[in-house]
């Protein structure tokens, strides 16, 4: 278990956003994948964050009005359940190793929270998580409202989005979760170099995707942020290619967009290179331009800036090129305000990157104005080209060409460090790993 004062903090600033309503946080549900065979169990991210606790079928509550403000319900140790599904922390450890107030077992919750709801007027939950954990929770509210009609106490009437807070919450990272995140970037980086090295024509696409698992298991990363897109050629052209099955061709392009999740904080990288180690001209022409957007969107990201603002200078600098290319005719204004680039240039630039891929975290203040880039930020900057074999509107040596790179920046106070700047994105640096025999690289 890692520190657990700054779990009390954030559950204290969560405490702080609820102001006189009840919140209410649940453990992943378990998922089963076929029959009796299950998923690999992750905890729920917002779970995990305000409490640390890695096991299931576990629910904090969070009680502004009352005493006691903090309730965590877990699963009771039980020798026979433990034998077959592993060790459980139970009611009295979870007390003392993770810092709360109350811990009761989860089959008292139902008993339990319809008197921890009153004195309340709202509640806070993950409206949109769990839909039969959402079912019961109507019906406790409404179980609260009848056997207390007629005290003075308030029964909660209302309902709401916790996530609203999480989300300004979980922007910023602390010293321990940046720690985790640079340790995901870090793996990923092998993960992608050897990648690099072992794709080769005749080569599948399965085999390159085992390899960056495998990396990321022996680099200590348990699991991937999210299924990695292994992408050989024209299959690069489907933006979340995951089926990751088809043999590698001598003069494509493999794109390959994998990151390591370290701890629950995820990394999340692409890099494109050729699979025979050689850029062909019209492949350099391209890669080139996404390349050059990339690092002129790394170098703006500086403490005040937009991502919003990122984004444009992408979408500036690529559709110049695709008029350069002849691929896209008239003016740049009127390509960007028509929005022409987008059928080569369909995605954003930038998302939020912690532990979620996909960072569940605000992208515009209370007064809708863009979030201003600050210190502890991490988002990634992906710009990327695409020209499917299909459209034959688009000169025959483009067709087939997929490309996107892709770093993790964290902001500083006066600037920013790319978490994932060791894997090769100039040609020369490129070729030369793709070239390098993998063994040399272990
Ligand atoms: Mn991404």
Redesign the pocket.
């Known amino acids: 278990m890692e520190i657990t004062t700054s779990y009390k903090q954030r559950r204290t600033d969560l405490l702080t956003y609820l102001k006189g309503s009840i919140g209410i946080l649940k453990a992943a549900p378990h998922m089963t994948r076929s029959n009796d065979t299950e998923f690999q169990f992750r905890q729920n991210s917002n779970f995990k964050y305000f409490t640390g606790f890695s096991e299931q079928e576990s629910i904090l509550v969070i009680t502004p009005n009352n005493n006691i403000k903090f309730h965590l319900f877990v699963r009771p140790k039980n020798e026979l359940q433990e034998l077959w599904t592993g060790k459980r922390m139970g009611v009295d450890k979870a007390k003392s190793i993770l810092d709360i107030d109350e811990v009761y077992s989860i089959d008292d919750f139902a008993e339990k929270i319809i008197d921890l709801l009153p004195d309340h007027d709202a509640v806070y939950c993950d409206l949109f998580g769990d839909n039969s954990f959402m079912q019961d929770m109507l019906g406790y509210i409404k179980q609260t409202q009848t056997k207390y009609r007629k005290s003075s106490l308030i029964s909660p009437y209302k309902l709401g989005d916790i996530k609203h807070f999480t989300k300004n919450l979980r922007l910023t990272k602390d010293t321990n979760e940046i720690q985790f995140m640079k340790r995901a970037a870090q793996v990923s980086s092998k993960a992608h170099i050897a990648a690099m090295a072992k794709a080769a024509p005749n080569v599948n696409e399965s085999e390159v995707a085992a390899l960056i698992e495998y990396i990321c298991k022996k680099e200590g990363a348990p699991s991937l942020a999210y299924e990695s897109i292994v992408a050989g050629g024209d299959n690069a052209n489907t933006l979340h290619y995951i089926a990751n099955n088809q043999k590698l061709n001598d003069g494509d392009l493999l794109l390959i967009d994998a990151g390591a999740e370290f701890n629950l904080y995820a990394s999340?990288v692409t890099r494109t290179f050729p699979i025979n180690g050689t850029f062909s001209g019209i492949q350099k022409d391209v890669y080139l331009l996404v390349l050059d957007a990339q690092k002129s969107c790394i170098n703006m990201s500086l403490p005040g800036k937009s991502l919003i603002e990122i984004h444009n200078e992408a979408r500036k600098i690529l559709t110049q090129g695709l008029i350069d290319l002849k691929v896209l005719s008239g003016s740049l204004d009127e390509n960007i305000t028509e929005s022409h680039y987008k059928k080569y240039y369909p995605h954003g630039t930038s998302?939020w990157l912690g532990m979620d891929?996909h960072d569940e975290c605000h992208y515009h203040t209370e007064k809708r104005k863009d979030i201003q880039l600050a210190k502890g930020m991490v988002f990634?900057i992906?710009p990327g080209l695409y020209f499917p074999k299909s459209d034959k509107s688009i000169r025959s040596e483009l067709q087939g060409i997929g490309i996107r790179i892709?770093d993790d920046i964290l902001m500083t106070a006066i600037g920013h460090e790319n978490l994932t700047s060791q894997i090769p994105k100039e040609i020369k640096e490129v070729e030369d790993v793709c070239r390098r025999p993998l063994q040399e690289l272990q």
């Open positions: 999340d998302h891929v990634t992906e892709e």
